[in-house]
């Protein structure tokens, strides 16, 4: 078996790029199609679910995928200098990418709402940080009005159809492992390139005749900043999940088509919910991500108790993010208090058992 070599040695035939257009792998992609245990056995109706763990990307998100691709053609039109609005991982992404290519890297972020891992990151690869009052939909706008002005600035924004070309590759894997299209492809929606990304690999590996059946695509957003769910611009978007944090979603048409033409459907889930499941998913299926990444699991909880799920469907659930990227998050939820004991055995057991 030939090693892994990154998304765009994988795929290259099925995306859309220019001939000869360089390659900048970190490695990104072939992230596990983790089998549920505990979640499927909380639900009713035999359903085989699979978790997409994103978090295993290089720097801890799905963003990879896309950012790799998105660099691949910064460098095939020497750009020396890459710009995004983000609200935490794709700027990490971008300024790991930009570190290895050689770019210069500024990152525009909403003041004071970026999860303390993604900040370092940025900062350790040596991305200008600059950060902007007001939501992320703010930052999103100077980025679009910045290059502009400026248009030899390369903007790796999921706007970026390189960005959702290289994210389409995880339809492509999960396709690949389960021999098929799953029937429900749940996942979180913030600015909505993901979802988008997903419904083309679907469908360009259905056209292909790679798969027999295309899934029903589920996009959930927290209900502070449910913009597609309510249809319409939420001006000041609250959340617990600060990935998803977003009024105004740049790829709102692309979700939209793709919940409608694959008879999906998006729904909201509040911020109990999603601790919930985040909880839930770290003590019960072992597995750590963030909050936002919680978000499509609790939609399934949800969807499933109103029987909306056919029993024995089969179904995957993106986690997009890694659960380190978010340490303070977790330190609220589960509250570590380690048990403080001198070196004896005897308060080692007393504090065991006690
Ligand atoms: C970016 C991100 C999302 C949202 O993805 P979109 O493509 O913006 O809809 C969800 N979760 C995490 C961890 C993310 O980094």
Redesign the pocket.
């Known amino acids: 078996m030939r090693p892994w070599a990154g998304v765009i040695a994988a795929y290259r035939d099925r995306l859309a790029l220019p001939e000869g257009t360089p390659d900048c792998t970190l490695l990104e992609g072939n992230t596990p199609l983790v089998p549920s245990v505990a979640l499927q056995r909380s639900l009713p109706g035999n359903l085989a679910i699979f978790f997409k763990y ?2 295993l990307n290089p720097t801890g ?3 990879d995928r896309g950012m790799v691709v998105a660099f691949a053609r910064a460098l095939a039109r020497k750009a020396r200098v890459c710009l995004c609005a983000s ?4 700027a990490a992404s971008a300024a790991a990418y930009a570190a290895r290519s050689g770019l210069r890297c500024i990152v525009l972020l909403p003041e004071g709402s970026i999860a303390r891992g993604k900040l370092a990151q940025a900062a350790m690869h040596g991305a200008t940080i600059v950060s902007i009052s007001g939501p992320f939909d703010n930052a999103m706008r100077m980025a679009q009005e910045l290059v502009r002005q400026r248009p030899e600035i390369e903007l790796v924004n ?1 706007v970026n159809p390189f960005r959702i070309e290289g ?1 389409k590759t995880a339809a492509f894997e999960i396709s690949d492992t389960l021999g098929d299209a799953p029937d429900f492809h749940f ?11 997903y419904w083309k690999g679907y469908r360009e590996y259905a056209d292909a005749g790679r798969i027999a059946r295309l899934p029903r695509m589920v ?1 959930f957003q927290a209900a502070g900043a449910a913009p597609i769910v309510e249809g319409r611009v939420i001006p000041d978007p609250q959340t617990v ?1 600060s ?2 944090r ?1 009024g105004n ?3 709102w048409k692309g ?1 939209l088509a793709a919940a409608s033409d694959s008879g999906g459907w998006f729904g909201s889930v509040t911020d109990d919910e999603i601790l919930d499941a985040y909880q839930f998913l770290a003590r019960e299926e072992g597995l750590f ?2 909050p ?2 919680a ?1 499509g699991v609790a939609g399934l909880r949800k969807v499933a108790a109103q029987g909306r799920i056919p029993p024995g469907s089969h179904i995957v659930i993106t986690l ?2 890694h659960g380190l ?1 978010d340490p303070d998050m977790a330190a609220r939820v589960a509250a570590p208090k380690p048990i403080s004991i001198g070196p004896t055995l005897a308060e080692l057991v007393h504090a065991i058992e006690g």
């Open positions: 994103e978090g998100s799905f963003k609200t935490g991982n794709t999921s994210q996942l979180p929606v913030g600015n909505a390139g993901n979802i988008t990304a996009g999940a990935a998803i977003i979603p740049a790829s979700a991500v963030e936002a990444s978000a997009t993010g990227k």
